[in-house]
Every structure is written in C-alpha cells, then in structure tokens.
C-alpha cells in the first residue's frame, strides 16, 4: 500500500500542531513536526556558541546536526544527538532566534531532505506533517494538503493561554512578529493552488480535528 502523506501549514498559533497530532493519532498514522527540526538546529547553533547571524558558521554546523525522532504521535521526542531538547526548543529564546536560522537557503534544504526521507521511512498507513512550507515544497504531491488558519485575534488568544510565563501582549507581539519575518520566506498564510483551507476561528479543538479528518477522507 503507498502511504497516505497529509500536509498541513499554518501560521503560529493556528492550532496546527496540537490539531494534527490529534489527528494523527485517531488515524493510526506516524507524526512529523517540522517546525520541531528548525528549532532543534536553532538550539544546536546556540548551543555550539555560534552567532544565529554569522550564516557560513550556521550553515557549516548542518554536516554535524544529528536530529533524531520518534514519528509517533505519543510522547513525540526530538534529540540532537545524545541531548533530549524536547522542553528546550519550545524556550522563548529558541522561539525568538530560529527565524534566523529558518531563513537560510542552505538550511531549508537540508531540512527538507531529512523530512523527505523521515517521511519515506514512516512504518504506518499514513503520517501527517505540518510546517510553513509542507504543502508546497516538502510534499507538494500529497495526496491531502490543507492550510490551517484562524483570524489573528483568536491565534493571539489561544497562544497566550498556553504561555503563561508572558504577558499575552508580549505574547501577541512575538507573534506577530515571528509571522511577519517568516512569511518574507514562505507563504503560509494564502493556501496554494489545489490546498484546502480549514479555518479554525468559530471551531473548537475537536471540531477542527473532525474538519480535517473530513477533508482527509473526501481525498483518500
Ligand atoms: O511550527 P513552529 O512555530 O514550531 O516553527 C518554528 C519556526 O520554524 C517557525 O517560526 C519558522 O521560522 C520555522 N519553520 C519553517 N518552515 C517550516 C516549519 C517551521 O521555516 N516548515
């Protein structure tokens, strides 16, 4: 059987992490967080002393970066080499610095080939993967590919309720802010040709899991 790949983008706060792992795990499928990956490598140049900015000593650490992870969508863990940064890379200077790193050619696309092959290695009838750039240049041939999205105002709200250690004005900020730089490098906020976009903002958590469930089953 060939696996069913699902791809979901979305901008911050969209939901879009808890809503596809959830959807992952009543379908039975494996899980992949690529935004998780960006992060990792974030906290990894951090972590080897490396200026976010300085892009040849950025791009130079990609040979070294052992990302390691396990695709099921319980208890999903992420390793750089021997250091469990589960916890770590969700920190808000992680949050605040991968722009920088996320931004570099020669970073997306070492990122997209290690997605390429994680996805080809899945063991389970389909994995769903989410990110900025999922839909239209890690799996653009999918068979389900979806856009994630909620009016700004409500992505504010549910993002300042999971931060509590921040004011929720600090929170809409970085927000705001992180969108903005991020979508200088991919369009996540306009669904592509051919991606269908489930908005989110008058559903609750499982109402939006059963709209994408839907579309997954309207294509497959
Ligand atoms: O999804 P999440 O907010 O954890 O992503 C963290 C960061 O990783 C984003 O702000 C963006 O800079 C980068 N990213 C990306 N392309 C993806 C997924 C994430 O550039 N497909």
């Given at each position: 059987d060939t696996l069913i790949v699902v791809a979901v983008d979305g901008p911050a706060g969209s939901g879009k992490s808890s809503v596809s792992k959830a959807v992952a795990k009543k379908l039975g499928y494996a899980y992949l967080d690529s935004g998780a990956a960006y992060r990792a490598f974030a906290w990894y140049v951090v972590q080897r002393g490396i200026?976010?900015?300085d892009e040849p000593a950025v791009i130079r650490l990609l040979a070294d970066f052992d990302y390691r992870i396990g695709t099921?969508?319980?208890?999903y863990a992420v390793f750089v080499g021997e250091h469990e940064v589960t916890q770590a890379i969700r920190d808000p200077e992680v949050t605040a610095t991968v722009r920088y790193v996320s931004r570099v050619p020669e970073v997306r696309s070492h990122l997209v080939e290690l997605f390429r092959r994680i996805i080809r290695s899945a063991d389970a009838p389909g994995i769903v993967v989410e990110g900025r750039?999922?839909?239209?240049?890690?799996?653009?041939?999918?068979?389900v590919r979806l856009l994630l999205t909620a009016e700004e105002h409500v992505r504010m709200g549910r993002r300042s309720a999971e931060i509590t250690t921040q004011t929720a004005s600090t929170v809409a900020e970085q927000l705001r802010s992180r969108d903005r730089a991020d979508s200088r490098v991919v369009d996540f906020m306009n669904a592509a040709d051919g991606v269908t976009t489930v908005d989110?903002?008058?559903?609750d958590f499982d109402q939006t899991v059963n709209a994408v469930i839907e579309v997954i089953h309207s294509h497959t």
């Open positions: 200026d976010v900015q099921d969508p319980d208890g750039d999922i839909t239209t240049v890690v799996a653009p041939d999918a068979p989110s903002t008058d559903l």
